[in-house]
């Protein structure tokens, strides 16, 4: 009867580190994909869904947003949708402390989740509503 030798054992041992290590990065991955972030501004009429890599996935604009300009819209959208990667990207770190435990490489993922800057205060300017014929009989008050 032939017994294995000590490389017989480490290329057991190796194979069976190997396919442990594939299990792990399978039930990562599979973590990983079931992760989502959301935000909801603070008025309620925006809100934006994103997956674990940050990207958006749904974006849901309400009623309310058609008196926003432009400008103010696109801040709003930007600043929740920051949010939601902020959002996600804790979830992302608990999901890998799970399978990773506390240690350089979950410090390395905590380093890559996003920081939602503060927020810049600004007053936000409904539009105008009002028929043509209104505006030009009252017009707003013009700084020269």
């Known amino acids: 009867m032939i017994q294995d030798g000590p490389s017989e054992q480490w290329i057991a041992q190796y194979d069976e580190t190997l396919k442990q290590a594939a299990?792990?990065?399978?039930?990562?991955?599979?973590?990983?994909?079931?992760?989502?972030?959301?935000?909801?501004?603070?008025?309620?009429?925006?809100?934006?869904?994103?997956?674990a890599s940050g990207a958006t996935t749904d974006l849901v604009l309400r009623p309310g947003v058609r008196g926003l300009e432009p400008e103010q819209l696109a801040r709003l959208i930007l600043r929740t949708t920051q949010q939601a990667q902020a959002d996600v990207g804790q979830k992302v770190v608990e999901t890998m402390r799970e399978f990773l435990g506390e240690g350089d490489a979950l410090e390395f993922v905590k380093s890559q989740v996003p920081v939602v800057p503060e927020p810049v205060e600004e007053p936000i300017g409904r539009r105008d509503d009002r028929a043509d014929d209104d505006y030009f009989d009252n017009p707003p008050d013009l700084i020269k």
């Open 23 to 51: 299990a792990d990065a399978q039930a990562t991955d599979l973590a990983l994909r079931q992760v989502g972030g959301a935000a909801t501004s603070p008025d309620g009429e925006v809100v934006v869904r994103v997956n």
